[in-house]
């Protein structure tokens, strides 16, 4: 990208494609999460309340499974920006899993939640989780037996949105990785950081959804395309 050496601040979203190669399904490509499930019977608060089971087995899979997962060259790369540049970098992930922190980024925040902790809605605490829901346990701090998997459902408020647009303002460079765009408001960004006057950089496995509203987009796995962007930005 052309005038690099002017950028200071950067917002990275990353979606499910930063993890695929890591062995973690996406969502909408073929043989995704969504190809096998409907969103409507394990991803709304309606689906939880209908059959609490079914949701609390599919995402105890889930969390199972993102354990036994590691981080890619993708997300080291950017826990190496991260760690070495200046000026205000944001992760914003739209990805449940661990993996960027696992890869030693700090600067995540995670708007959709996270496998990797539960939520009480009797005391409306989040605890650090790695075992199953599915029995229903205690919360560790009312000893309800209330607890939901911290994950944004379809028809709910992503966290932080505050945060997120407070760093879109700020920010001298957008870029999205790894997601197909079909999700507000996070599909959004992109033109919200434009019209605040950022640059704005694509790096998917193909043509997301909104490609067209990015100042530049490079198309390939992320495990090429964004060590190779890394590099570029540290090399100055
Ligand atoms: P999607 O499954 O919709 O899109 C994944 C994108 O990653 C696609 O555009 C793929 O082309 C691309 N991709 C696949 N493999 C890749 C690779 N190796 N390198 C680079 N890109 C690759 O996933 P998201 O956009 O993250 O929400 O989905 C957004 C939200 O929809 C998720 O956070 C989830 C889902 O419903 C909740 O669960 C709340």
Known sequence: MAGMASIRNIVILTGAGVSAESGIDTFRDGGGLWERHRVEDVATPEAFARDPELVLRFYDMRREAIQTRQPNAAHAALARLDAAWPGELLIVTQNVDDLHERAGANRVLHMHGEHLNAWCTACD???????????RPACPECGERALRPDIVWFGEMPYRMDEIFAALREADLFVSIGTSGAVYPAAGFVRNARDL????????????????????????????????????????
């Open 125 to 135: 605490a989040r605890s650090p989780w790695r075992g199953p829901l599915i029995a």
């Open 197 to 236: 006057g950022a640059r704005t950089l694509e790096l998917n496995l193909e043509p997301s959804q909104g490609t067209l509203w990015f100042d530049e987009a490079r198309h390939g796995p992320a495990t090429e395309l964004v060590p190779a962007w890394v590099e570029e930005m540290l090399a100055g």
